[in-house]
């Protein structure tokens, strides 16, 4: 199995909801990421977990909430959000490379297309 | 000026050319490069992944990497409209210790179309 999958597909919000997007891999990867991909322009990094943690956050808004129950899944916790955060949203995962640090090789999902209306 | 640059077309070829993409970078702490394709509304797909300088083939796709001059290409011979699709071209940094941080550096995408 050599497939990030990502559900919703799609997902219509208000700027008043709550809402979770989630992600599974089953490659056994060990680290997991977070991607926010504008029209016509390239995946944006948001977060990265390793082991489970967080080792990564690129000055994310806090309407935007992380978590990774455990290694094989990633959630995305969207509160608050703004008509601009309209988007589609990646996740990644990849191996671990040498001293714990993330392998460049990722293996995207096919994304969550967010409209805040 | 952007630490990865690459054109973003449109690029437009007949079915069977030869097609060239290219990326150039400005920081030499790049080290791994590689090429994803991805498709309209879908995450992207790895294609290529190289680290050293030199020729990388793949079927009908070869990475070039050459890190004296900062520039890598992608090229897909006998191109078939299937390949029509945004081309990214991704670079990690490597830290001291030769390992990367994962984080990618992604060039603009090139929109490429092969038409029939």
């Known amino acids: 199995d050599t497939e990030v999958t990502q559900t919703p597909k799609h997902l219509v919000m208000g700027m008043t909801n709550k809402k979770s997007l989630k992600c599974e891999q089953h490659?056994?990867?060990?680290?997991m990421y977070w991607y926010k991909q504008k029209a016509k322009k390239p995946p944006e990094l948001m977060f990265v977990y390793s082991y489970e943690k967080l080792s990564i956050n690129e000055s994310v808004p806090s309407r935007f909430s992380p978590e990774c129950p455990n290694s094989s899944l990633l959630n995305l916790h969207l509160h608050a959000l703004q008509p601009e955060d309209s988007a589609l949203y990646l996740c990644a995962s990849s191996r671990l490379g040498g001293a714990g640090a993330p392998n460049e090789k990722l293996f995207f999902g096919s994304g969550t297309q967010l409209s805040v209306l | 000026q952007k630490e990865v640059e690459q054109d973003p077309g449109p690029l437009s070829v007949p079915e069977g050319a030869i097609v060239s993409l290219n990326c150039t970078y400005s920081?030499?702490?790049?080290?791994?490069f590689m090429w994803y394709r991805q498709y309209s509304r879908k995450g992207p797909e790895l294609l290529m992944y190289?680290?050293?300088?030199g020729n990388k083939e793949d079927g009908r796709f070869t990475a070039q990497v050459d890190k004296s001059s900062k520039y890598i290409s992608l090229f897909i011979r006998d191109s078939q409209p299937s390949d029509s699709a945004t081309y990214l071209c991704a670079m990690v940094r490597a830290n001291a210790g030769g390992t990367s941080y994962g984080k990618l550096t992604f060039g603009q995408g090139t929109i490429l179309t092969v038409h029939p």
């Open positions: 490659m056994g990867h060990r680290a």
């Open positions: 190289t680290y050293s300088s």
């Open positions: 920081n030499s702490a790049f080290q791994y």
